[in-house]
């Protein structure tokens, strides 16, 4: 079954020459346009998207307790999307759990890294070659080195990089200064290969594959949040506007530079504000750490709501409870009561 929406058919072999005419022809599929939206098929292991953490990948700002936040919004406002967009994927947490509580029916990533891209193309349209390539590493802080100074060009070797620094980097940081997990002379209890199980992984991608498969994650894009945004009445145009919600959790405000190689600088956070405003071709939410910049951009906005979530965790390794306090602004008009959020404009 051919699902993606750019014609790169699925499973389509890097590496692995294809003809002028079958590349026309994979460019023309799938026909009619509409097909890509037809109704997906029964997943197989739904046992694993009752599991709160579908996604191979640890990410930091995981965005996991407000889900049921987001969840409990879509499923309040009319007519039921049919489509989510993820511009800012990272570890795409969200997305996989709405696709996979069928909650929303298709869905793409995008993302401004390489790497990330790769990894969630990989995951999804050549899964077999990024389970059996996994198997094949050795995890040792020589090898992680070997990665850190890689500069692979390969879509394949960005996504096993990707995966690889992720789940032994402190904190899954991909880029900059962070040190493999266990230390450079694996001295603490944690050592790098702690978080590389590899049964765990193995059904976490094969989860992402199968949601490909049948019909939920239909595209991964690499690119800026702008491009993203203007490519869905591009490739999504037979959907209404009421049909199409946009996930948005951009970098953090205050500590992004260090988590992640693409950062927002204060002009950018306000871009993206004026690309919400009330002209929006799309549904949207779009979720903050709780920050005074921000709550000053969103304030007041006709149409738009801003929710305050706060919640109560225990970070790895730690015996202490945190709390963390979110925002969440959406333009959906029905916002339900709920002792989950405080409500702090509508
Ligand atoms: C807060 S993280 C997203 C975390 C994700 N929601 C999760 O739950 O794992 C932000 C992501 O935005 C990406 N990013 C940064 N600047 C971007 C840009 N200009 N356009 C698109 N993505 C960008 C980063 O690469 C990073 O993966």
Not at 103 to 111: I, P, S
Not at 137 to 161: H, I, Q, Y
Request: proline content about 7%.
């Amino acid at each position: 079954m051919i699902r993606r929406t750019d014609g790169d058919p699925v499973g389509t072999q890097e590496g692995q020459s294809m003809g002028s005419q079958q590349k026309a022809a994979a460019r023309r599929m799938p026909w009619p346009p509409e097909a890509v939206l037809d109704k997906p098929s029964a997943l197989t292991d739904e046992a694993l998207f009752r599991h709160s953490v579908i996604s191979p990948l640890r990410y930091p700002g995981a965005k996991r307790q407000l889900v049921p936040v987001i969840e409990s919004l879509i499923r309040a406002n009319v007519p039921p999307p049919r489509l989510v967009v993820e511009p800012f994927s990272g570890g795409a947490t969200t997305t996989l759990r709405l696709l996979g509580a069928g909650v929303v029916e298709h869905g793409v990533l995008a993302d401004i890294d390489p790497l990330i891209a790769a990894f969630w193309r990989t995951a999804a349209f050549d899964a077999r070659w990024l389970i059996d390539a996994m198997h094949e590493e050795p995890v040792t802080v020589a090898r992680w080195d070997w990665w850190r100074a890689s500069n692979p060009r390969g879509r394949r070797e960005r996504a096993l990089k990707c995966l690889f620094l992720n789940r032994t980097t402190f904190s899954g940081i991909l880029h900059g200064r962070a040190g493999p997990i266990g230390g450079r002379a694996q001295t603490s209890a944690y050592k790098i290969g702690c978080r590389f199980g590899l049964d765990g992984l193995t059904r976490r991608i094969k989860g992402v594959a199968e949601l490909a498969a049948t019909g939920r994650l239909l595209d991964v894009w690499e690119a800026d949040w702008r491009t993203a945004l203007a490519n869905i009445p591009k490739r999504y145009g037979m959907l209404e506007p009421s049909e199409v919600v946009v996930y948005l959790d951009p970098p953090y405000v205050d500590k992004a530079r260090w988590l992640y190689q693409w950062s927002f600088d204060s002009s950018e956070h306000s871009d993206l504000a004026n690309a919400l405003g009330p002209d929006a071709p799309y549904r949207w939410c779009l979720s903050y750490d709780d920050n005074q910049t921000i709550r000053g951009l969103y304030r007041a906005r006709p149409g738009q709501a801003t929710l305050h979530v706060s919640h109560r965790y225990t970070a790895a390794g730690s015996e202490k409870r945190t709390v963390k306090d979110e925002l969440l602004v959406t333009n959906f008009c029905l916002i339900p009561g709920s002792d989950r959020y405080r409500v702090l404009s509508s």
